[in-house]
């Protein structure tokens, strides 16, 4: 059974940092890629950014220049490295396994506010 843990949201001040991550089990995580979306209140599910089994990553331009996806296929985890955030970045953030059936975890919180 494949299953998507992320961790690593929380509250943090706009200019902050934060670096969640996702922990995949049962899964042959090297060969597929990942992406996490995000979801604010009211509004659509939207990708944030994607890293395919061999690195290459896009992004969405709202995040451009300070978000960074990154894998470890030694520990089956993807981050996401979220600098300069801001109040717009406020969501609930997801982890997602692009394999032909589309597994997600359960979110994990990002509040930006002062």
């Known amino acids: 059974q494949v299953q998507l843990v992320e961790s690593g949201g929380g509250l943090v001040q706009p200019v902050g940092s934060l670096r969640p991550s996702c922990a995949v089990s049962?899964?042959?995580?090297?060969?597929?890629?990942m992406a996490w979306f995000r979801q604010a209140p009211g509004k659509q599910r939207e990708l944030v950014e994607r890293?395919?089994?061999?690195?290459?990553?896009n992004y969405a331009d709202a995040v451009k220049g300070r978000f960074t996806i990154s894998r470890d296929n030694a520990k089956n985890t993807v981050y996401l490295q979220m600098n300069s955030l801001k109040p717009e970045d406020t969501a609930v953030y997801y982890c997602?396994?692009?394999?032909?059936?589309?597994?997600w975890g359960q979110g994990t919180q990002v509040t930006v506010s002062s």
């Open positions: 890293i395919t089994s061999s690195g290459t990553t």
């Open positions: 049962g899964s042959m995580f090297r060969i597929y890629a």
């Open positions: 997602n396994q692009q394999s032909a059936y589309q597994y």
